[in-house]
């Protein structure tokens, strides 16, 4: 099993960077050509234009000029903006694949149990986290005690409060990890 997903962003509640739109301001950033990068993409010069009209329209500057006469002709070019909103898409699709790469690795396709979903979003060093299998629970009035047994043999007793352990669903010979502040 693949999770896949598309980065879209929109403003005002449009689609604003869409995935092909994306490939045509790269396109139009090599080439300098609007038909250039309408036939990269591809689409056609037309629906390279409304796009991009599109996109200029939703912005608050543009985010695509045309270039007109000179010495080496006209062309089309992203300003400074469209530059800008290039390298934050460059960051913003970054953190989508790891987002969906750590996705994939917690879904077992065994069992197509998505597990550990919380752990997405903590920030933590290696230092400071211990796997272990919980051993025993013991709930008392407010708090339980949870005994882990780590890999080395050793055991880690941590208290929580009960709803923690209601909340988490946590269950004996559960694989889990400890964290604590350092």
Not at 27 to 56: C, F, H, L, Q
Not at 90 to 101: D, G, T, W
Not at 129 to 154: P, Y
Request: aromatic share 4%; proline share 2%; glycine share 8%.
């Amino acid at each position: 099993m693949n999770i896949s997903s598309n980065l879209t962003l929109e403003l005002f509640n449009q689609p604003f960077l869409l995935e092909k739109r994306i490939e045509l301001l790269f396109a139009i950033g090599r080439t300098g050509s609007m038909s250039k990068a309408a036939k990269e993409v591809p689409m056609s010069y037309k629906t390279a234009w409304e796009a991009v009209d599109k996109m200029n329209n939703l912005a608050h500057t543009p985010v695509v000029v045309k270039v007109t006469g000179g010495t080496g002709g006209g062309g089309t070019k992203l300003t400074e903006y469209g530059e800008n909103l290039l390298a934050s898409y460059r960051q913003l699709q970054n953190e989508h694949e790891r987002f969906l790469k750590r996705l994939q690795e917690l879904t077992n396709i065994d069992t197509g149990v998505l597990s550990d979903i919380g752990r997405l979003g903590l920030q933590i060093s290696a230092r400071n986290q211990i796997k272990g299998r919980i051993k025993s629970i013991k709930l008392k009035r407010v708090n339980a005690e949870i005994v882990l047994e780590l890999k080395s043999g050793h055991e880690l007793l941590s208290i929580i409060t009960n709803s923690a352990v209601e909340s988490l669903g946590l269950k004996l010979s559960d694989e889990v990890v400890a964290i604590f502040k350092s």
